[in-house]
């Protein structure tokens, strides 16, 4: 049984925190952009355009076009729907929600990848971690209030819908990373998505001030960048490793949104949301027991 080295993993965690930062960072741009007037599918657009642009540029200046071909185009268009539908849902979320709170649904995530993997990929999951996937609902039923006034339900439903797409992500990324690169799964998942989300734009663009048009185009920037760097984390570190780094988000958001839009968490919030980790990590611990066990037993 071999493990990662040291620096490789050193470098995965680096990678996954700078995309972190550049996530939260993006979820602000995406918030004001709306506040100042752009409609959803125009933000979803230059999301994407922007990638599209960012990645190519590297692909010229580098490796070349020849490094991005791919014999799995049917399994990338699949990649390019079920992320484009979350993505949707989730930035329907940040406009909807204050940041803390549509991040924390966020963290639900591998709790909806335990369910897909055990119905989809049939993958053996014990009573530890179904107890963990309830215990994480609990938890955001204690953040979302069902009933009182809290916030927007509506808000919630997306929320809970963009992590549902996240986790069909994240299955499907574990086939199609055996073979492809962060930068060719980057690539074939931003071009892809202009086809739909041009037509999207052509019907809901408008006129905008130049301040606007600079927020979009940054949203575009940073969210490849971010999209980047959580993809070439995965190739340097373990799921196990990496992925716990993501829930350093919620101090992101809290930060941001105190400063720049001056809300802070509920008392809600700050209950559930540690019930919505807990459960999170300990699904990612179970996960790595269960692959070590795998690894013996292959070696005895």
Do not use: C
């Not at 055996?178 to 690539?187: C, G, I, K, Q």
């Amino acid at each position: 049984m071999t493990t990662a080295a040291p620096d490789r993993i050193l470098a995965a965690i680096g990678l996954r925190l700078l995309s972190v930062v550049l996530f939260a960072m993006m979820n602000v741009v995406i918030k004001l952009s709306e506040q100042h007037g752009a409609a959803l599918g125009e933000i979803l657009f230059f999301r994407q355009l922007g990638a599209s642009v960012l990645i190519s540029s590297i692909i010229l200046s580098g490796p070349g076009w020849r490094s991005v071909g791919t014999k799995k185009i049917g399994t990338h268009i699949s990649r390019a729907i079920l992320g484009l539908t979350a993505m949707a849902f989730t930035f329907t979320t940040i406009v909807t929600l204050p940041l803390a709170e549509a991040t924390t649904l966020g963290f639900t995530v591998p709790i909806f990848a335990t369910i897909l993997g055990s119905v989809i990929l049939r993958e053996p999951t014990g009573w530890h971690r179904w107890g963990a996937v309830i215990a994480g609902f609990a938890g955001v039923l204690i953040v979302a209030q069902p009933g009182g006034e809290h916030f927007p339900l509506w808000g919630a439903a997306t929320g809970l819908l963009g992590a549902f797409g996240t986790a069909s992500v994240t299955i499907l990324l574990r086939q199609i990373t055996r073979t492809e690169s962060a930068l060719t799964t980057v690539f074939w998942f931003s071009t892809l998505s202009l086809l739909p989300l041009g037509v999207v734009y052509a019907v809901v663009a408008r006129s905008h001030p130049l301040e606007v048009w600079v927020l979009l185009a940054v949203v575009g920037l940073i969210g490849g960048l971010a999209q980047l760097a959580m993809t070439g984390a995965l190739g340097l570190g373990p799921v196990s490793v990496v992925v716990p780094m993501d829930y350093s988000s919620l101090l992101w958001a809290t930060l941001f949104g105190w400063l720049i839009f001056g809300t802070l968490p509920s008392a809600a919030l700050w209950v559930g949301a540690p019930v919505i980790v807990a459960s999170g990590l300990y699904i990612l611990w179970r996960e790595r027991v269960r692959h070590i066990n795998r690894a013996l037993e292959e070696v005895q």
